[in-house]
């Protein structure tokens, strides 16, 4: 070997170690698990680097010349960082979760002032608790105030509170979780709940929010219709008042010049807002404004307090914005009128203040295009003036005590071609120009801007690094690198036309394995060995052109002509294609999008040797149904004996009877219910009446149809044998609330689906039909419980054997349930609190068991499986050893075999593969 040779093996070395590492420990862990099952790497078809995905989150200053900043990076994951404006001050604060896999750090807020300058934190911990930290910028300094246990589907939120501390409200999820406000001075033994009473009898604060800070006191809204205010001590939390307010309500406050508050009061029932006001005190309490007479519409939004004056919009019945304003008086409320052309809509207005004045950005709409106007107000019409029109897109910065410190105000304009470019102004038509002479990195022309201002300069994220500048002028200092780490080759998107879940980039075609590869130039089509391994690898096709944005490429099933696939590169409608795996083999079957108009092809639906897909345009018109074999003249729409064209409504066509049924929706508005093997004879509607009512959920349970009716808001159970004769109403005398009936799983010839016959969500259950009738299964779940079984996402539930198991919700969190359709075969398969994992999801049934994808505390997000049964429910692999995420996504069998992608830390996202035991 070469020394050119050696120095190149050497400098790869780490890399190397760190391959081997990972695939062994994955290994290992896989094999602790589950001992006959270990997940291999199919191929590693990207070996280029990029740059690493995490970023700087937020930076916030701590006194004057430091800032803590939420940093992701390979070795940590999302930790909390600190600087003081020089690369060398730069580090790792304190790592709350050790591992690659990081931590949940968010809604950061700074508080107190100089020596005392802190900034406090929520820390979340997946599937345990939800913790509010404080930092002093120091390791040691860094301490949890609070811990939290606030249940499923909750979040800790931080407000701004009197100076030296700040308010926190635990939003629980159910009577289990009750809100709660709680004020912290930055220690452990000053934070606690506030716990106010009222007439010597407790409060509970619910739905609190809307801060707003006048001197020592912090303002809100509480109960719906009531306003509170307090020190952040129990006996100074008190109510200031109460608004009348209807039954479906909302209540937003404002301060103007901390004397007086205004409140809009918006009556959800009627789409109606009027204008409300008291002293700070809560006496004094009128209406100042009201919608006027008539009006279906009328929404007061943007409170912006400015002065002694308060801006507002109101947005009326043609969604056109206007502009008010109001000192508290009936007289001294009313619009300011901005001038527009004629035929135009002001379709948003959007606001920001800089040296007292208030800049308003109107988006004007005509039939054909849109302007974009700025202006300046003082809040008065003599003091509102046009400053310049720009054709294309512009944005307002979002307000920034800093900007005030700015000679200019500042602001994006967006060219023809979307370009953005730096514009400022004085306040005055003749200033509003382009700003020049500022470096490229100058923190002004961030984008996105996360920045903290300090006295010693500003700290800025932009290109996934914090960088620093001191002064206003030249360029900014870099404090940190992005990150390098290995390319992905699975391809993945989210182009929005396919089916969530069903975003399948592999297929099995005569012993070969076929796999859509992002090769890092391009996307291409390759073919391999099933194991990825020998000299059979080789791409077959490339994409007619690089994927934009919204561009994809998926196999939608297989025929006896060869597999089909999807491709648009986002800017084309999306293209039928075919291959056999070969390169001559792979052909344009149908490109849709070369009669006028977006059409795609959507919901495909495999049945009597043919796929069955709906073609959607994407305007609202009703879909058509087309047939393909994989040849082009096999590539058909399905046209009826009497010539109609239905198509089926998503995700409302089940295979049935050697072809499909569907629910279409006609040109005149009618609900059909129809079937078709892909012949006109055979493309029939079985009925298309439904007293009034509208049919859905369609699925196919034990060889019937099985589907829901809802006339007059309530719903009842239908069935069908695929003839008119044969589609009844079954027991008409069992009822649903609209709405309250979900999809039907076919779990051992029975049909099993949620049913709500009261007007709460916890009066959900599980129901059963059969042939002995409807009947509700007597279990104690409810509610939340149902929450993941209400969409038609099929990567929530699976039926295996006579079993459906499903991702549910419950105090206890978020995990796996299997049910037989009975009471006592109703379960979670894992007790929440024996520290098991939660979050399942990609659930795929194989055989009488599923895999699926869930996270636990010690592997992160990884591939288990279950046969309904606590000791039968295994971690298969931890494919990215430690706490860090594989993320499995796509599962799915093939030659025996169960493929999926998953991240790994040392190759990317690519393809892995797990054996399955013989059945």
């Not at 690519?910 to 035991?917: G, M, N, R, S, W």
Request: glycine fraction near 12%; include cysteine.
């Amino acid at each position: 070997m070469t020394s050119r040779r050696l120095r190149r093996t050497f400098r790869h070395w780490p890399l190397l170690l760190t391959s081997m590492a990972l695939a062994i420990a994955g290994a290992t862990s896989s094999t602790a698990s589950a001992q006959e099952q270990t997940a291999r790497l199919v191929k590693d078809a990207n070996r280029t680097t990029v740059p690493y995905g995490g970023g700087i989150g937020w930076v916030l200053p701590l006194g004057e010349k430091r800032v803590v900043f939420a940093r992701d990076t390979y070795a940590h994951g999302y930790e909390l960082w600190t600087s003081n404006g020089t690369p060398g001050s730069t580090r790792l604060l304190k790592d709350l979760m050790p591992g690659p896999g990081g931590s949940a750090l968010y809604d950061p807020m700074a508080f107190g002032e100089g020596a005392s300058a802190k900034v406090a934190f929520v820390f979340s911990r997946p599937g345990i608790s939800n913790e509010v930290w404080v930092t002093d910028g120091t390791e040691a300094g860094t301490v949890a105030v609070a811990e939290l246990d606030p249940g499923p589907y909750s979040t800790t939120t931080l407000m701004p509170g009197p100076s030296g501390g700040f308010f926190f409200l635990n939003h629980g999820e159910g009577e289990e979780f009750p809100q709660e406000l709680h004020f912290s001075d930055g220690t452990a033994a000053g934070t606690g709940p506030l716990n106010p009473t009222e007439n010597g009898e407790p409060v509970s604060l619910s739905n609190a929010h809307s801060y707003l800070i006048s001197g020592r006191w912090c303002y809100f809204t509480a109960n719906r219709n009531q306003i509170w205010r307090s020190d952040g001590t129990a006996t100074g939390t008190t109510k200031v008042t109460e608004i009348p307010l209807a039954k479906y309500g909302s209540l937003s406050p404002a301060l103007v010049t901390g004397e007086r508050l205004i409140l809009s009061v918006s009556n959800l029932a009627t789409d109606l807002s009027e204008l409300w006001t008291c002293n700070a005190e809560g006496t004094g309490i009128r209406r100042i404004l009201a919608a006027p007479a008539g009006a279906e519409w009328w929404r007061i939004t943007d409170l912006i307090p400015s002065g002694d004056r308060l801006l507002f919009t109101v947005w009326d019945e043609i969604y056109n914005y206007q502009l008010w304003v109001s000192d508290g008086t009936e007289a001294g409320t009313h619009e300011i009128e901005l001038p527009r052309e004629d035929g135009h809509v002001t379709r948003q207005l959007t606001f920001a203040r800089w040296h007292g004045a208030v800049y308003v950005l109107a988006e004007y709409w005509d039939d054909i295009d849109a302007d974009y106007i700025l202006f300046r107000t003082d809040g008065t019409a003599a003091g509102t003036r046009r400053l310049r029109t720009f054709s294309h897109d512009a944005r307002l910065y979002p307000d920034a005590e800093w900007r005030e410190d700015e000679p200019f105000f500042y602001f994006r304009v967006a060219s023809a071609n979307g370009e953005w470019t730096l514009w400022r102004t004085a306040g005055d038509a003749a200033s509003t120009v382009p700003a020049k002479g500022l470096a490229s990195n100058h923190y002004l022309r961030i984008e996105y801007p996360a920045i903290a201002a300090t006295k010693s300069g500003k700290f800025f994220a932009a290109g996934n690094a914090l960088w620093f500048q001191r002064g206003k002028k030249g360029g900014a200092v870099r404090l940190t690198r992005p990150e390098k780490w290995t390319a992905s080759g699975a391809a993945t998107f989210n182009s929005g036309i396919l089916p969530v879940g069903e975003e399948s980039s592999y297929e099995m075609l005569d012993g070969k394995l076929l796999a859509f590869v992002d090769t890092g130039s391009g996307h291409e089509l390759w073919r391999m060995n099933p194991d990825g391994r020998g000299h059979g690898t080789r791409a077959i096709w490339k994409t007619p052109a690089p994927l934009q944005e919204y561009g994809a490429v998926a196999f939608r099933g297989t025929t006896a002509s060869g597999a089909i696939f999807i491709y648009t590169d986002g800017k084309i409608p999306p293209q039928l294609w075919v291959t056999n795996g070969t390169p001559r083999g792979t052909r344009l079957l149908v490109d849709h999008g070369a009669t006028p108009g977006w059409r795609y092809p959507y919901e495909f639906v495999s049945a009597g040797g043919v796929l069955f897909y709906s073609l959607r345009d994407g305007t609202g018109s009703p879909a058509t149904l087309w047939k393909t074999d994989g040849t082009p003249a096999g590539t058909k729409n399905v046209v009826a004996a009497d010539g109609r064209t239905p198509g089926p409504d998503y995700p409302e066509m089940v295979a049935f009877q050697d072809g499909v049924a569907f629910l279409s929706w006609d040109w005149d508005g009618r609900r059909t219910l129809w079937r078709s093997d892909g012949t006109p004879a055979g493309t029939v509607p079985l009925k298309d009446s439904w007293a009034g009512g509208s049919p859905m959920g369609l699925a196919a349970v034990d060889g019937k149809l099985i589907f829901s009716v809802e006339i007059s808001r309530t719903q009842v159970l239908w069935q069908s044998d695929g003839t008119a004769a044969g589609t009844i109403a079954v027991d008409p005398a069992v009822k649903f609330t609209s709405g309250g009936m979900s999809l039907a799983f076919d779990v051992g010839g029975v049909a099993l689906f949620r049913g709500r016959q009261g007007q709460s969500s916890n009066e959900d259950r599980w129901w059963r039909h059969d042939a002995t009738g409807t009947r509700r299964v007597e279990n104690f779940v409810t509610g939340q419980h149902f929450s993941d079984t209400s969409h038609p996402w099929k990567t929530q539930h699976a039926v295996a054997g006579a079993h459906l198991f499903y991702r549910a919700t419950t105090p206890n969190g978020t995990t796996l349930w299997v049910t037989d359709g009975t009471s006592d075969g109703t379960r979670p398969v894992v007790e929440p609190d024996a520290g098991s994992f939660s979050y399942p999801t990609q659930l795929l049934a194989v055989g009488d068991v599923v895999y699926f994808s869930a996270y636990d505390q010690d592997h992160g997000n990884e591939l288990w499986r279950s046969d309904g049964t606590a000791a039968g429910t295994v971690l298969v692999a931890d494919i990215d050893p430690g706490p860090a995420d594989s993320d499995p996504r796509g599962l799915k069998v093939m030659g025996g075999k169960l493929y999926f992608t998953a991240h790994r830390r040392d190759v990317g996202r690519e393809i892995f593969v797990v054996d399955l035991p013989a059945r």
